[in-house]
């Protein structure tokens, strides 16, 4: 349960953690989520919104609650990128073969990482994931009604972007839309085809502790680090793997390159692993700089003791324009030119590159009313860079009825299309890009003895004039002291704004508090369930589901607890990096 309190805190407690056997229709999340709420008389009627994956299930049970259903932003995201780069079905099953066929030289098991970055799931389980991520894409349709075509040989279908936006607006034929989606599909599953190479290179390490020793030995390094494997359950997790292996690059050369001596295959003789080639790092060095942004948006959009709503529209704005950037390989593209795969690895990564672009813009397409307002509810996007001319209009409009509402007003409900429309550079700083796009318009101070809408109006014009001196100041202040000017832009709690500024907008601080308590993303569950597996061992696996429950309860709902993840969380807000 996430909430804003009077002095502008935001507030997270876990209430349940309950066993859910049978099917999980959406009558019966509806009746469980009911039932809850009446254990801790909470009103229904105050409930802004649940969020939850995008499950038919889940979408039903909130219609049958009559509450707004809100779409996980991360869950978004990983659909996006995770139909290509995921394990496939055949992977999984193989990795049970190989497991259920090898004897196990137990002086040779690699011992599991005790920083957590080693992640285990039940093949079960990501099969299921797998299927349903394959799902999502296959009712992803991209194709046109309209007849315009298109010369082959005039055209080139992996150069052209131009092709990318008929697509998206149906300009193009059905036929024109499938020839383009083949090409791109077939450039992805090449792109596939290393990332599984390099990820049998990972589950090798994991596998043997010998190879592992000789890995971190070869770092030489104070604190040597491992490689990390990929789930398909897991967000962002296959470009942590790739990260990880670009970072370790050197290390596994050398162990290469030891293992075709005569002593190394003496001590490997296990070893059936090819050698990545410079082609397969091209890719994935491309790869990690499409990926980069997509962990960083999540990353960003998880916290839970800042305000998450306001940041979804600028990051996806942001996200997109990287995508769009037809040079975004430019620093890892000049240490392979000359190579005989340069030109057809970079072709090939590019049709990735507006694969992604495509599919984001898809998934993301007419952003509803409530998350593009809470974007100029934060003053430091308050100048609706990323917003366009209708879009901020019509936020300007629902920030307008809602304060009138909540202000005891008849007003009628606007329609804030509660989820978005969904269909069936290096390690650079995000938080500074997003501020660095500024502009704005100056607005006259808030005149008295009005009509409501009209007084609703003039604080709205108050606010903007607010922000935009304050704008004004930070880069003056900025220009001045030059080791500011230095210092990348951090992100602001827009919270600990409006706990200053309260008094000034009497009518927009309600709708701050009923909006920004709504968070973007499902993590918060996530990690609730996380917890709940974590409590459950091998030492502790006769604990009662009630023993376990009260437990978590009493963890995640500690003072001292929630001081901790707020340190945390805030710290996070202000290092960022994307």
């Known amino acids: 349960m996430h909430f804003v309190s009077a002095d502008f805190d935001l507030k997270s407690y876990t209430l349940e953690i309950a066993s859910f056997p049978g099917k999980h229709t959406g009558v019966r999340i509806a009746d469980l989520v009911l039932s809850l709420m009446q254990q801790w008389e909470l009103d229904a009627l105050r409930l802004t919104k649940i969020v939850g ?6 979408i039903k049970a909130c219609k049958e609650m009559d ?32 497991a ?12 599991p990482e005790a920083d957590g970055e080693q992640w285990e799931e039940d093949p079960t389980i990501e099969i299921q994931a797998i299927d349903d991520v394959e799902r999502e894409l296959e009712s992803t349709s991209l194709s046109g009604s309209a007849s315009i075509e298109f010369d082959a040989e005039s055209v080139d279908l992996e150069t052209d972007d131009c092709l990318d936006e008929g697509m998206l607006d149906g300009c193009l034929s059905e036929r024109a839309a499938a020839r383009i989606m083949d090409v791109m599909k077939q450039a992805m599953a090449e792109t596939r085809k290393h990332v599984a190479s390099f990820r049998k290179i990972v589950t090798y390490f994991n596998k043997s502790a010998k190879a592992k020793a000789k890995l971190e030995v070869l770092q030489d390094v104070p604190v040597p680090v491992t490689v990390i494997a990929d789930v398909a359950t897991r967000w962002n997790s296959t470009h942590q793997m790739i990260r990880r292996l670009l970072q370790l690059r050197p290390a596994l050369q050398r162990f290469m390159a030891y293992v075709q001596t005569s002593s190394g295959r003496e001590e490997f003789s296990d070893v059936t692993i090819a050698r990545p080639t410079g082609e397969m790092w091209f890719h994935i060095q491309c790869l990690e700089k499409l990926l980069v942004s997509f962990d960083g948006m999540t990353k960003l959009i998880s916290g839970e003791s800042y305000a998450t709503l306001p940041l979804v529209l600028p990051c996806l704005r942001l996200l997109e324009k990287r995508l769009a950037n037809k040079y975004i390989f430019t620093r890892v593209s000049p240490a392979h030119v000359g190579e005989p795969y340069y030109n057809a690895t970079l072709k090939r990564m590019q049709l990735v590159r507006r694969l992604f672009l495509i599919l984001l813009r898809k998934r993301f397409k007419n952003p509803p009313l409530d998350v593009t307002s809470c974007c100029l509810l934060d003053p430091q996007f308050a100048n609706g860079e990323f917003l366009s001319t209708a879009e901020r209009e019509a936020s300007e409009q629902f920030l307008v009825s809602e304060a009138m509402r909540l202000a005891g007003a008849n007003v009628v409900d606007a329609d804030t299309n509660s989820s978005f429309e969904v269909y069936s550079e290096d390690d650079e700083d995000f938080a500074s ?6 502009q704005w318009t100056p607005e006259p101070d808030a005149p008295e003895g009005l009509p409501l809408r009209e007084q609703v109006k003039a604080e709205l014009k108050l606010y903007f004039a607010k922000c935009k001196l304050r704008d004004k100041t930070k880069k003056q202040n900025k220009s001045r002291d030059k080791s500011m000017a230095k210092t990348p832009a951090r992100l602001d709690n827009a919270l600990i704004w409006w706990k200053v500024n309260e008094n000034d907008f009497p009518y927009l601080a309600p709708v701050v508090r009923k909006y920004f308590g709504i968070v973007a993303t499902s993590v918060p569950s996530e990690r609730c369930f996380s917890t709940s597996g974590n409590t459950i061992t091998a030492r502790r696996n006769r604990l009662s589901g ?8 009493i963890h995640d709902n500690s003072v001292e607890e929630k001081q901790d993840d707020d340190q945390e969380t805030q710290d996070s807000l202000q290092t960022q990096r994307f």
Do not use: Q, Y
């Open 53 to 58: 994956d995008n499950g038919s299930n889940v």
């Open 67 to 98: 509450v707004n259903h809100f779409g996980c932003i991360a869950h978004s995201l990983h659909l996006v990128v995770s139909g290509a780069l995921a394990k496939t079905r055949d992977e999984v099953r193989a990795s049970i073969n190989r």
């Open 100 to 111: 259920e066929a090898h004897t196990v030289a137990f002086n040779d098991v690699a011992e």
């Open 433 to 438: 890009e997003l501020l660095g796009l500024k």
């Open 546 to 553: 009630a023993n376990v429950r009260d437990i978590i309860f």
